[in-house]
C-alpha cells in the first residue's frame, strides 16, 4: 500500500485554538477532495498538547512535536498517476494547496511518500 504523507507544523504566529479551526476545514475539504477522486483511506491526526508529549521531547531530546499528520493511501504508484490525469484534478489541488498556505508553515513540515512494510 502506498501512502502520501504530510506531517504539518502550523505557522508560528498562529495560536493552536487557531490552528484547530484551520485543520478542521482542512480535513473537511481534504478528505472531501480526495473521496470525489475515488480515494477511500485517508487519516488525520492532531498532536495532543498534553504534558506526556512535553515530557517524551525533553527526555529523548527530540524537535517540537509536529501539529497534525495527514496519510492518504493508495492501492498503488498507477492509481495516483492515474489521479494526476483527471481533468480538473490539479485546479482542485491547487485550492486545497493555497488552505494550506493560510496556516502551515510549509518549511517546517514534511511531505512524501511511503510504503507500509509488511510486519513479521
Known amino acids: 500500500m502506498l501512502k502520501f504523507v504530510q506531517c504539518i507544523k502550523g505557522q508560528p504566529?498562529?495560536?493552536l485554538y487557531e490552528f484547530r479551526q484551520y485543520w478542521s476545514d482542512y480535513?473537511?475539504?481534504?478528505s472531501g477532495f480526495l473521496k470525489s477522486h475515488?480515494?477511500?483511506r485517508i487519516?488525520?491526526?492532531t498532536t495532543l498538547a498534553v504534558e506526556d508529549t512535553l515530557k517524551?521531547?525533553?527526555?529523548?531530546?527530540?524537535r517540537q512535536a509536529y501539529d497534525?499528520?495527514?496519510?492518504?493511501?493508495?492501492?498503488?504508484?498507477g492509481v495516483l498517476r492515474r489521479l494526476l490525469d483527471i481533468p480538473g484534478f490539479q485546479d482542485d489541488l491547487s485550492q486545497i494547496q493555497a488552505l494550506q498556505e493560510?496556516?502551515?508553515d510549509l518549511g517546517h513540515s514534511t511531505f512524501f511518500f511511503a510504503m507500509d512494510d509488511e510486519g513479521p
Open 13 to 15: 504566529d498562529i495560536e
Open 27 to 30: 480535513c473537511t475539504r481534504l
Open 38 to 40: 475515488g480515494i477511500t
Open 43 to 45: 487519516d488525520f491526526s
Open 56 to 62: 517524551i521531547m525533553v527526555e529523548r531530546g527530540t
Open 68 to 77: 497534525g499528520m495527514v496519510e492518504v493511501y493508495f492501492e498503488n504508484a
Open 102 to 104: 493560510e496556516f502551515v
